[in-house]
């Protein structure tokens, strides 16, 4: 079951300001990744539920960021469906991302009193999901909707807590938007544990981009 309350895993992402994703299938692979982010210091990171053997995978990834990263906490994203998130947490997941709003994940997720984030992208479906309990709502795909939008939900609704995800990079520019428009963290995949970082085992390289891009985090809300 999960390590860390909703309310523990919650301020780490307001405090990290960014949620490192990916999915691999290589467990070993896997346990590289995390420990670039963890030595970049990330003590936050969700895998994705993408491809073949998501569970294993997890599952191990899990066990190793237990053992030896202390203080990293795990989620999983692209949970689609309510008995995915219900496996993901027997397995440990500490948050369940999610990239559509489901009701009957929500139910799973708050009878574990687990966070889940889900994917939403219209006010409408953002004060659903807080009807149900979400703290921090993934706006999907964040890059399509962009920091514009993030501004016009602050106004009616200043204590929503947005994570854009999808498209976002970790480039002052495109952050600078984001955390202007009032973000309280950002899903970033591709754009930071890329195919290239993969390919080339660029480990060292991805827990330089990690640290770089906290503290910029940290400037760019001060
Ligand atoms: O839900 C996760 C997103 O699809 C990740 O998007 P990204 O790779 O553009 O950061």
């Not at 490192?20 to 896997?30: I, K, M």
């Not at 440990?92 to 997720?109: K, M, Q, S, W, Y």
Request: hydrophobic content about 40%; proline content about 5%.
């Amino acid at each position: 079951m999960a390590q860390y309350s909703r309310i523990e895993v919650a301020s780490v992402m307001k405090e990290q300001g960014m949620v490192p994703l990916f999915f691999h299938s290589d467990v070993e692979l896997g346990k590289k990744l995390l420990k670039a982010c963890y030595d970049g210091g990330g003590r936050l990171l969700e895998f994705t539920s993408r491809g073949d053997f998501a569970f294993e995978v997890f599952g191990e990834l899990n066990k190793y960021a237990t053992k030896e990263l202390p203080g990293m906490i795990m989620g999983v994203g692209s949970v689609t469906d309510a008995a995915a998130a219900s496996l993901y947490m027997q397995l440990g997941a500490n948050f369940i991302v999610t990239p559509v709003l489901r009701e009957d994940i929500a139910v799973v997720c708050n009878r574990r009193k687990v966070l889940w984030s889900p994917g939403c992208g219209s006010l409408t479906e953002i004060a659903r999901a807080e009807e149900l309990g979400c703290e921090i709502v993934k706006l999907f795909p964040g890059g399509t909707y962009g920091p514009g939008f993030v501004k016009g939900i602050k106004g009616p609704q200043p204590w929503t807590s947005i994570m854009p995800t999808g498209g976002v990079s970790p480039t002052e520019d495109n952050l600078k938007g984001w955390f202007d428009a009032g973000v309280t963290c950002v899903g970033m995949g591709s754009n930071l544990i890329s195919k290239e970082v993969i390919a080339n085992k660029d480990y060292a390289g991805l827990e330089k981009t990690v640290r770089e891009t906290l503290d910029l985090i940290k400037r760019l809300r001060k």
